[in-house]
């Protein structure tokens, strides 16, 4: 975020955010600065506990929806008062799981014509690393941002400022506190079979993480607290908050030390709010076994998260942004990829046969025309899973696409790119896969159709040195030809194109046949047929 003292331009007037979650409900008034970020005006909160019964009856407590309700109002009225000319709202786990979560946002709506967003566990993940993304420098680092609510927790792994993997989880600090009966004191044993439970949850959500993170960052009211708390006990009470760093070790011995306090005792720590002393014991369970997992022992705190990922994003956005030319669109999918390691000359040359194969096959295999520009852009994406690592680069291109705001992409596109650079190799496209069952059964075709094509012009460079100058397909009846025109050997890159015909011959129905002919009139006729 920005902030200045100097004289302000205004480019998009006043905008506020406000977050309805399971724990409390938050509002932001910022004014919009010409260069991209924001200036704070005015921030409130207030803890109306929407999720208090959820856990048990699987609906909305109703005097925590009347209180939350009165607090939109009067969070409307503030907004009014800074004459904002947006406003969003947002809800989070509580509107997300309860089942009169849609008659709640039903009840705002009339009343007081405010439409509340619910939005995914995903999407929120996203904000909370849009945030922190703005505030620390990931360039070069693999990081972990965890994000504790009321209702759950989302972590988020990124490589070099580009998310990963996402995982989302219940273990919100609310809902843990209620479930494992940890909102008074907490005996030894009891502590244990919480830890257990957070551990499991998070084991079953996450399993091995792909890589262990440099740092962590934690945003929420779990984390601001627990950086408030220590800050206290080092009389450093007061301070900036914001970046404050915390070791597992002091976590630990905290945790030991509250859950040994009743209620009223954990009222009177220095740091804690009275409202957060029911549920922080839960809340640093979940923070010592995210660190745990993700075998990191430093957490580092950020004071903002979701309510700046949508501010942030509120004015990044334009109520009509303008197309994005396609030679616009290459040059940002070619920085990504670049930014992620990829060797460019293979990718622009896979592309090119790619496009190519698409563009002859396209009207005898009843294939969309416009589609060439996917998988052109799917072939240079492919491998910017070696980010990551190499083992399971494919399904780690696929996290870092989709999660990738690449410009003049929509969400349905960059799903569509996802896949296609997903099923680049390894298993062939399934409906029980989540990612694939996603999509729409006609976009799931054109992701098998857009990946078999995608496989062959891989191959056909599988020695990264570009000896296939030209391609010229062409389907008959049960077979598809294709010849080659090559500058060299290219019986490397053959061997390998006739090595990954399956996907295709069984999308299509046609088996394939190669023919090789090298650019020297000398060498010419030299076949590879497979039959």
């Not at 972990?144 to 919100?172: C, F, H, K, N, P």
């Not at 999308?507 to 030299?526: D, L």
């Given at each position: 975020?920005?902030?200045?003292t100097?004289p302000i331009?205004?480019?998009?007037?006043?905008?506020?955010?406000?977050?309805?979650?399971?724990?409390?409900v938050?509002?932001?008034?910022?004014?919009?600065l010409?260069?991209?970020?924001?200036?704070?005006?005015?921030?409130?909160?207030e803890n109306?506990?929407?999720a208090?019964?959820l856990?048990?009856?699987g609906?909305?407590?109703?005097q925590?929806?009347?209180a939350?309700?009165?607090?939109?109002?009067n969070?409307?009225?503030?907004?009014?008062?800074y004459?904002?000319?947006?406003?969003?709202?947002?809800g989070?786990?509580?509107?997300?799981?309860?089942e009169d979560g849609?008659?709640?946002?039903?009840?705002?709506r009339?009343?007081l014509?405010?439409?509340?967003e619910?939005?995914?566990?995903?999407?929120?993940a996203?904000?909370?690393?849009?945030?922190v993304?703005r505030?620390f420098?990931?360039?070069?680092?693999k990081v972990?941002?965890a994000?504790?609510?009321?209702?759950?927790?989302?972590v988020?792994?990124?490589?070099?400022?580009?998310v990963?993997?996402?995982?989302?989880?219940?273990?919100?600090?609310?809902?843990?506190a209620?479930?494992?009966g940890?909102?008074?004191?907490v005996?030894?044993?009891r502590v244990?079979?919480?830890?257990?439970?957070?551990d499991r949850e998070?084991?079953?959500?996450?399993?091995?993480p792909?890589f262990?993170?440099?740092?962590?960052?934690g945003?929420?009211?779990?984390?601001?607290a627990?950086?408030?708390?220590?800050?206290a006990?080092?009389g450093?009470?007061?301070q900036?908050?914001?970046?404050?760093?915390?070791?597992?070790?002091?976590?630990h011995?905290l945790?030991a030390?509250?859950?040994?306090?009743?209620?009223?005792?954990?009222?009177?720590?220095?740091?804690?709010?009275?409202?957060?002393?029911d549920?922080?014991?839960a809340?640093?369970?979940?923070?010592?076994?995210?660190?745990?997992?993700?075998?990191?022992?430093?957490?580092?705190v950020?004071?903002?998260g979701?309510?700046?990922?949508?501010?942030?994003?509120?004015?990044?956005?334009?109520?009509?942004?303008p197309a994005?030319?396609?030679?616009d669109r290459r040059?940002?999918?070619?920085?990504?990829?670049?930014n992620?390691?990829?060797?460019?000359?293979?990718?622009?040359?896979?592309a090119?046969?790619?496009?190519?194969?698409?563009?002859?096959l396209a009207?005898?295999?009843?294939l969309?025309?416009e589609?060439?520009?996917?998988i052109e852009s799917?072939?240079?994406?492919?491998?910017?899973g070696?980010?990551?690592?190499?083992?399971?680069h494919?399904?780690?291109?696929?996290?870092?696409?989709?999660?990738?705001?690449l410009?003049?992409?929509?969400r349905?596109?960059?799903?569509?790119?996802?896949?296609?650079?997903?099923?680049?190799?390894?298993?062939?496209?399934?409906?029980r896969?989540?990612n694939?069952a996603?999509l729409?059964?006609e976009d799931?075709q054109?992701?098998?159709?857009l990946a078999?094509?995608?496989r062959?012009a891989?191959?056909l460079?599988?020695?990264?040195?570009q000896?296939?100058?030209?391609?010229?397909?062409r389907?008959q009846?049960?077979v598809?030809r294709?010849?080659?025109?090559?500058?060299?050997?290219?019986e490397?890159d053959v061997?390998a194109?006739?090595?990954k015909v399956d996907?295709?011959e069984?999308v299509f129905?046609?088996?394939?046949a190669?023919?090789?002919?090298k650019?020297?009139?000398?060498?010419?006729?030299?076949?590879?047929?497979?039959?």
């Amino acid at each position: 975020m920005e902030e200045t003292t100097s004289p302000i331009q205004l480019v998009g007037g006043r905008i506020a955010a406000i977050d309805v979650g399971s724990n409390s409900v938050r509002l932001v008034v910022a004014e919009v600065l010409p260069t991209g970020g924001y200036r704070v005006l005015d921030e409130e909160r207030e803890n109306t506990r929407l999720a208090a019964a959820l856990a048990k009856t699987g609906r909305l407590d109703p005097q925590a929806a009347d209180a939350t309700v009165t607090v939109l109002r009067n969070f409307l009225s503030i907004a009014q008062g800074y004459s904002v000319n947006q406003v969003r709202a947002i809800g989070t786990s509580a509107l997300r799981d309860a089942e009169d979560g849609p008659e709640f946002c039903d009840r705002v709506r009339k009343d007081l014509k405010l439409s509340i967003e619910v939005i995914s566990a995903n999407e929120e993940a996203r904000l909370a690393f849009l945030s922190v993304a703005r505030a620390f420098d990931l360039s070069g680092r693999k990081v972990a941002v965890a994000d504790i609510g009321g209702g759950s927790t989302e972590v988020v792994l990124a490589s070099s400022g580009l998310v990963d993997q996402v995982y989302e989880t219940r273990l919100g600090a609310v809902r843990v506190a209620e479930q494992c009966g940890a909102t008074g004191r907490v005996s030894d044993k009891r502590v244990g079979e919480l830890c257990k439970y957070v551990d499991r949850e998070l084991k079953r959500e996450m399993g091995k993480p792909p890589f262990v993170p440099e740092m962590l960052y934690g945003t929420g009211g779990t984390f601001t607290a627990l950086a408030a708390i220590i800050m206290a006990q080092q009389g450093l009470a007061g301070q900036p908050m914001w970046g404050f760093r915390i070791t597992r070790p002091q976590i630990h011995h905290l945790l030991a030390d509250l859950a040994n306090m009743t209620l009223a005792q954990r009222c009177k720590v220095a740091g804690l709010s009275p409202q957060r002393a029911d549920i922080i014991v839960a809340g640093l369970a979940v923070i010592e076994a995210i660190m745990q997992r993700l075998q990191v022992n430093v957490v580092q705190v950020h004071t903002r998260g979701v309510r700046d990922g949508l501010l942030l994003t509120m004015v990044q956005q334009s109520p009509t942004p303008p197309a994005v030319p396609t030679e616009d669109r290459r040059a940002a999918i070619e920085e990504f990829a670049k930014n992620c390691g990829v060797d460019l000359p293979h990718a622009r040359q896979v592309a090119r046969l790619a496009g190519s194969l698409w563009q002859q096959l396209a009207a005898p295999l009843h294939l969309r025309a416009e589609d060439r520009e996917l998988i052109e852009s799917s072939a240079i994406l492919a491998n910017v899973g070696y980010l990551i690592n190499f083992e399971g680069h494919h399904k780690h291109s696929y996290h870092l696409v989709l999660n990738s705001e690449l410009p003049g992409y929509e969400r349905r596109q960059l799903q569509l790119l996802a896949n296609v650079a997903r099923y680049h190799r390894g298993a062939r496209p399934k409906k029980r896969h989540a990612n694939l069952a996603e999509l729409s059964p006609e976009d799931q075709q054109r992701v098998k159709s857009l990946a078999a094509i995608l496989r062959l012009a891989l191959a056909l460079d599988r020695t990264h040195q570009q000896t296939v100058s030209e391609v010229r397909a062409r389907a008959q009846e049960g077979v598809v030809r294709i010849v080659i025109q090559s500058q060299g050997d290219a019986e490397v890159d053959v061997w390998a194109a006739e090595r990954k015909v399956d996907l295709f011959e069984r999308v299509f129905g046609r088996k394939v046949a190669f023919t090789v002919r090298k650019a020297s009139p000398s060498n010419r006729g030299r076949k590879h047929i497979r039959t």
